[in-house]
């Protein structure tokens, strides 16, 4: 497992909307390798999948596992009609200053 933490200038309902609404994603992900979501899939609930076209031109399904609005959403990354094997997962929490 990969993990990272960041104080963010921001307050956890704005990340979290950043975070939740895949359309948004390739402009601040780290990882360069995400070119667009189409709009409309804002995740909601374990269970939805959105859609990713990474940068090489495939698609990427995204599945749901884990998810408390506001605090947490999990994924799994797969190909398309294919079983995730992998959790992408992120988490809020507001800190003191």
Do not use: Y
């Amino acid at each position: 497992m990969v993990s990272a933490s960041r104080e963010i200038a921001a307050g956890p309902a704005e990340i979290f909307e950043l975070i939740a609404d895949p359309a948004v994603q390739p402009r601040w992900d780290g990882n360069d390798n995400l070119r667009e979501a189409a709009p409309g899939q804002r995740v909601r609930r374990v269970g939805d999948v959105f859609a990713m076209t990474l940068t090489g031109g495939s698609v990427r399904e995204n599945h749901v596992a884990e998810f408390e609005e506001g605090r947490r959403i999990a994924w799994n990354p797969a190909e398309p009609g294919q079983r995730p094997p992998d959790l992408t997962a992120g988490s809020i929490s507001p800190t003191r200053t």
